[in-house]
Nanobody, 124 residues
Framework: QVQLVESGGGSVQAGRSLTLSCAAS????????IGWFRQAPGKEREGVAI????????DYADTVKGRFTISQDNAKNTVYLQMNNLKPDDTGMYYCAAHRIYWWSLSPNLIPYWGQGTQVSVSS
């Protein structure tokens, strides 16, 4: 059973930065594709970023490329999402997710492991 615990959300003004953390159960970071989704009120959950097992390869949604950076610390089994130049459209609940297979093009419903979410609110 994979456990994921997010932290680091908050309320900031546009242009500021936040870093989210996803603490995973042992060995998850080197064996699973881990990433971040977000969901704004009334909208579908959308993938934001994904990192490959071990951390060498990443991918991002076009809406966050150049502003967000996903990384991981394998020793701590923790995945980070550094979010810079935040915009009001980045507001939403951010979820950490994990799967043994590459899930970037999959429906969120097919991803088996999720954290409880952390709220990010960006004001203009």
């Amino acid at each position: 059973q994979v456990q994921l615990v997010e932290s680091g959300g908050g309320s900031v003004q546009a242009g500021r930065s936040l870093t989210l953390s996803c603490a995973a159960s042992t060995y998850t970071a080197i064996n699973y594709y881990i990433g971040w989704f977000r969901q704004a009120p009334g909208k579908e959950r959308e993938g934001v970023a994904i990192i490959f097992p071990g951390g060498a390869v990443t991918d991002y949604a076009d809406t966050v490329k150049g502003r967000f950076t996903i990384s991981q610390d394998n020793a701590k089994n923790t995945v980070y999402l550094q979010m810079n130049n935040l915009k009001p459209d980045d507001t939403g609940m951010y979820y950490c997710a994990a799967h043994r297979i590459y899930w970037w093009s999959l429906s969120p419903n097919l991803i088996p492991y999720w954290g409880q979410g952390t709220q990010v609110s960006v004001s203009s």
